[in-house]
C-alpha cells in the first residue's frame, strides 16, 4: 500500500478510530506507563517530536505528567491530526505542542529534540532501505544521547511461533469489537501491506539508522517496543 493510500485510509478512519480501538486500552495503557519510566530523565522543558502522532493518544498521556513538555507531532493524516489538536485544546496544553500535516522531510528545522515517539508506523515501509532511511530521518531531528522510544507489529513470519501467536491475536481483535470481516482484512494486511519482521530485525534497521543498540522493553502479542538513543556526535 502507498504512503498516500495509508493516508487516506487514515483519514477515513479518523472519527471513530479511538472507539474502534477502545477495548484494546489495556495494551496502549500499558505501553504508555512503560513510556514515562523511559523518558523520565529528559529534561524537565524536554522538547519531544512525535512521529506518526496519529490521535495523538501518547502525547495525551506525557503532557499530563511532565506539564513543561513541548511537542511536535507529526502526522500525514489531516484528520487524524484534527483530533489529536481537539485533545490537546480539550486537555489544556494546546499552547505546547506544534502540529504539522505531513512526513519529516517537510517539517521546518526546529533545532534538536530531547526525545522522540514512533509508534506502529515504520512497520507499514516495505522497503527495507526505505525504513532504515525512515529512522534515520528520526536520527538527524534528536541530540547526541536523545532517547527514541519505538514499537511495532514485529515476529518472524516464516515460524511456527508466528501462526500460533497470531491466532490468538486477531482473536483478541474480534473480542474488542472488530468485525468478522476487518479482522480478516487485516489478516490478508499482514502479509502484503505490513512488513512484519523478526524483531532483532527491527532493531537492526533502527541500529544502522544513527542509533545505540534498541532494547526491547515491552512486547504484547505482535506488539514489540524498543528504547535506543542517538548517537554521539563522534560515534563513528
Known amino acids: 500500500m502507498r504512503s498516500d493510500e495509508i493516508t487516506a485510509l487514515f483519514d477515513q478512519q479518523a472519527a471513530s478510530y479511538d472507539e474502534r480501538w477502545a477495548r484494546t486500552a489495556p495494551i496502549r495503557e500499558a505501553l504508555h506507563f512503560i513510556l514515562e519510566a523511559v523518558l523520565a530523565e529528559l529534561p524537565a522543558d524536554a522538547r519531544i517530536l512525535s512521529v506518526g502522532t496519529g490521535t495523538g493518544e501518547e502525547i495525551v498521556y506525557l503532557a499530563k505528567r511532565f506539564p513543561r513538555w513541548s511537542f511536535t507531532a507529526v502526522e500525514p493524516s489531516g484528520a487524524m491530526l484534527d483530533a489529536c489538536r481537539d485533545k490537546a485544546v480539550k ?32 512497520q507499514f515501509i516495505l522497503d527495507l532501505e526505505a525504513r532504515a532511511d525512515f529512522f534515520r530521518a528520526i536520527a538527524t ?30 482473536t483478541m481483535m474480534a473480542a474488542a469489537g472488530i468485525s468478522a470481516a476487518a479482522v480478516e482484512q487485516m489478516r490478508a494486511a499482514y502479509v502484503k501491506d505490513v512488513a512484519i519482521l523478526p524483531p532483532a530485525r527491527v532493531a537492526s534497521i533502527i541500529r544502522s539508522a544513527g542509533f545505540d543498540e534498541p532494547i526491547p522493553v515491552y512486547q504484547a502479542g505482535l506488539i514489540h517496543a524498543w528504547f535506543s538513543r542517538r548517537e554521539a556526535a563522534d560515534a563513528p
Open 91 to 122: 486537555g489544556g496544553f494546546a499552547s505546547r505542542c506544534h502540529f504539522h500535516e505531513g512526513y519529516l522531510e517537510s517539517l521546518p528545522d526546529q533545532g534538536a529534540f530531547d526525545g522522540a515517539t514512533c509508534f506502529l508506523v515504520s
Open 141 to 170: 531531528r534528536l541530540r547526541p544521547g536523545a532517547i527514541l522510544a519505538s514499537s511495532d507489529l514485529a515476529s518472524d513470519t516464516g515460524s511456527a511461533q508466528y501462526d500460533a501467536l497470531l491466532k490468538p491475536w486477531l
